[in-house]
């Protein structure tokens, strides 16, 4: 697992706040989540908690999941009251159902493989309700392969309530299993003269898809794809895969 969300799961949660308009995500989603009525929803790599206290607040019947105890802390203090999972979301296994699952944040990447991948929509499937839908973003191949080999260095500097964070990424695409890349960054944190120092490095192995493989992964999940949306996020643009369980 990445420190990200593990050493640094306090960086993200005061970071992200920045690097993502989270009032924004939650108004996208929702509008989703709407038109297929959907009342009842499970957030996989819900991380911190964010767009979930926001959809708790509209109203949702909503459970949390996600692999890292350090994120889920920082989830249960902002919702003391909710229902958080702590498992990995290719062998999910909770009782019930649900009318929509929902994953942000491009935390498909983190399935290498394609069986990781068929593992996971998989055992989606098997907590969604019939008719009940999937809303996730992923990764481009056809637009962010060519963007790293352009772009292979980015800088994200954040003001928190707790100081300045600043974060050097580096990306390197490796196509040896899939459209994989490996991102390495680096966190700083502000002295407060106005002088960065290095706090910690992180190094990750992520993947990016086709929409055609990301589809047909899906269709041989048994989920039926319904929509597949071009999406602008905080770094790259991105794609917002709708799937049912019919």
């Known amino acids: 697992m990445s420190k990200l969300y593990t050493e640094f799961a ?6 992200y706040q920045g690097l993502i308009d989270y009032d924004e995500e939650f108004v996208y989603y929702q509008k989703i989540l709407a038109d297929f009525n959907a009342k ?15 959809l708790v607040g509209a109203g949702y019947t909503y459970q949390g999941l996600d692999m890292s105890a350090d994120m889920l802390s920082f989830a249960r203090e902002l919702l ?7 498992q990995d979301m290719r062998y999910i296994q909770l009782p019930g159902t649900f009318d929509a699952v929902l994953s942000t944040a491009r935390s498909v990447s983190y399935l290498l493989k394609n069986t990781d ?9 098997k907590v969604l309700r019939p008719g009940g839908i999937l809303v996730f973003d992923f990764i481009d191949a056809n637009t962010y392969i060519p963007y790293i080999q352009a772009n292979p260095t980015a800088t994200h500097e954040v003001d928190t309530p707790k100081g300045k964070f600043k974060r050097e990424n580096h990306y390197q695409y490796s196509f040896t299993d899939s459209w994989c890349f490996t991102w390495n960054a680096e966190y700083f944190k502000e002295d407060g003269a106005g002088l960065y120092h290095s706090i910690g490095t992180d190094e990750t192995q992520l993947r990016s898809f086709t929409e055609d493989e990301m589809c047909l992964m899906l269709e041989l999940s048994g989920l039926k794809v319904l929509k597949v949306l071009e999406r602008p996020s905080y770094a790259y643009n991105t ?8």
């Open 10 to 15: 306090e960086v993200y949660h005061l970071m």
């Open 117 to 125: 991948s068929l593992s996971t929509f998989q055992n989606i499937k």
């Open 80 to 86: 003391p009251g909710g229902q958080f999972h702590q």
């Open 239 to 246: 794609k917002v895969a709708i799937a049912q369980n019919a």
């Open 40 to 54: 009842s929803l499970l957030e996989v790599a819900c991380g911190t908690g964010q767009l979930g206290r926001r």
